[in-house]
């Protein structure tokens, strides 16, 4: 079936550094993407839609220079956490629909995101 | 506007036990209704999903029927295992193709033997 692979599981970075995590659609095209963060026993909030070939489309409340988007092919998403802080720290999800199985949306396993 | 209110958590069940989650919906229009499970370190799964009102979904012995006149997809199980531990969402689509997900908070459920 669809996967979605993301990458790295888990980091730790200092404040003020910049962290890359990357989402790829394995075995389908992926002209959208969405990006999730979910805080301890909350909810999957979405923070921004990722679009292959356009800006991407940030929710009310999501800094868009902080959180910086790149959908550079119709398999890759990036999402880069710039100038880390520690209220940064959350667990970052991926999707992609696939428009063809049941579920609409696939998701990666998520990134551990630690900011000390 | 959308949005998913499940019951808060934790779940603690023996096994063999009647599980019932609760999840109840706002939407405008016709949303899908799903439940995804994510099993500790792991990815979401899909688990199961109803497109319109009377539909019942079910998978690996969980149900859940969709029901426009109380906005509500509990997900039932009649028998839980220890294998079903793991955090329950509730999810509901606006049916629009590529729109993202609104969940709930989430509901962890846990089975001892």
């Known amino acids: 079936g669809a996967v979605v692979s993301q990458h790295p599981s ?3 970075c200092k404040s003020g550094t910049s962290v890359k ?5 394995l075995d389908f095209q992926a ?7 979910q805080f301890p026993k ?51 999800i991926c999707s992609a629909p696939d428009n ?9 396993n998520g990134t551990r995101l630690t900011v000390t | 506007g959308n949005s998913v209110t499940q019951m808060e958590g934790p779940v603690t069940l023996s096994e063999e036990a009647f599980l019932t989650i609760n999840c109840t919906y706002t939407a405008t229009g016709y949303p899908s ?22 539909d019942k979904g079910s998978n690996k012995g969980f149900e859940a029927t969709y029901r426009k006149e109380t906005t509500s997809f509990h997900l039932e ?29 989430g509901t962890t459920l846990s089975v001892s033997s």
């Open chain 2, 33 to 54: 209704l799903f439940w995804y499970v994510q099993y500790p370190g792991e990815g979401l799964q899909l688990l199961l999903k109803a497109t319109k009102a009377d």
């Open chain 1, 100 to 108: 063809v199985g049941d579920s609409p949306l696939h998701f990666g």
């Open chain 2, 77 to 105: 199980k009649g028998s839980v295992q220890v294998s079903d531990s793991a955090v329950y969402f509730c999810a509901l689509t606006p049916n629009q193709a590529g729109t993202a997900l609104i969940f709930g908070k």
């Open chain 1, 10 to 12: 888990w980091v730790i």
């Open chain 1, 21 to 25: 995590i990357e989402c790829r659609s």
């Open chain 1, 42 to 92: 909350q909810s999957l909030m979405l923070m921004a839609t990722s679009n292959e070939g356009s800006k991407a489309t940030y929710e009310q409340g999501v800094e868009k220079d902080k959180f910086l988007i790149n959908h550079a092919s119709l398999t890759l998403s990036t999402l880069t956490v710039t100038s880390a802080h520690p209220e940064d720290s959350s667990f970052y």
């Open chain 1, 31 to 37: 002209t959208t993407m969405f990006w999730y963060r």
